[in-house]
């Protein structure tokens, strides 16, 4: 029982570390730190695809960051990026935690802010990715559809998703 108040001391050091923020301004050196927490993400997560896959996919992601219209980073006590989440239209478009980062909280955090804060109902993702599906689960999503392909034609299925509400239509009964 020694060890409980420094395992809590370091959860509650790290809560108030880690900002989670808008991004203002997309500058090529914030596209270039969040493309590396990207691809270290897509690395230790997306198992089924292959190296060429994933370098290939990279050459769109830095589009993409630009374009997705709400995106919201988690920072470091320094200011390095350590995870983000792109949303629009009430759709989860991307999210992405650096592999030292997980089972820490931030994807939570980052998705209740979308929920809270975009109006994030509904996302899609990878079925060989079940770690992703079990975390959007309990985060109160259901799947309400799949494809045998991905939204760039290749032989991945997509579960698309939608936030489960209260019997009242108010909101996720997860998020308490």
Same mark, same amino acid.
């Given at each position: 029982?020694?060890?409980?108040?420094?395992?809590?001391?370091?959860?509650?050091?790290?809560?108030?570390?880690?900002?989670?923020?808008?991004?203002?301004?997309? /500058?090529?050196?914030?596209?270039?730190?969040?493309?590396?927490?990207?691809?270290?993400?897509?690395?230790? /997560?997306?198992?089924?695809?292959?190296?060429?896959?994933?370098?290939?996919?990279?050459?769109?992601?830095?589009?993409?960051?630009?374009?997705?219209?709400?995106?919201?980073?988690?920072?470091?006590?320094?200011?390095?990026?350590?995870?983000?989440?792109?949303?629009?239209?009430? /759709?989860?478009?991307?999210?992405?935690?650096?592999?030292?980062?997980?089972?820490?909280?931030?994807?939570?955090?980052?998705?209740?802010?979308?929920?809270?804060?975009?109006?994030?109902?509904?996302?899609?993702?990878?079925?060989?990715?079940?770690?992703?599906?079990?975390?959007?689960? =309990?985060?109160?999503? =259901?799947?309400?559809?799949?494809?045998?392909?991905?939204?760039?034609?290749?032989?991945?299925?997509?579960?698309?998703?939608?936030?489960?509400?209260?019997?009242?239509?108010?909101?996720?009964? =997860?998020?308490?």
């Amino acid at each position: 029982m020694d060890f409980l108040p420094l395992l809590l001391a370091d959860v509650f050091v790290y809560t108030i570390c880690m900002r989670i923020m808008e991004a203002k301004e997309r /500058t090529p050196e914030l596209i270039g730190q969040l493309l590396a927490v990207w691809e270290a993400s897509v690395r230790a /997560t997306h198992l089924f695809l292959s190296d060429s896959e994933i370098l290939k996919i990279k050459e769109y992601v830095p589009q993409a960051l630009m374009d997705v219209p709400d995106l919201v980073i988690a920072v470091d006590e320094r200011g390095n990026p350590a995870a983000f989440m792109g949303t629009g239209n009430g /759709t989860l478009e991307m999210l992405f935690i650096a592999p030292k980062e997980r089972g820490k909280g931030l994807g939570r955090r980052l998705l209740r802010y979308g929920i809270e804060e975009s109006g994030v109902r509904r996302l899609a993702v990878n079925e060989q990715n079940p770690q992703a599906i079990g975390f959007y689960e =309990h985060m109160g999503f =259901h799947i309400c559809r799949r494809t045998e392909i991905d939204e760039q034609g290749n032989p991945y299925p997509l579960l698309y998703m939608e936030l489960q509400t209260d019997p009242a239509g108010i909101g996720n009964t =997860h998020l308490s």
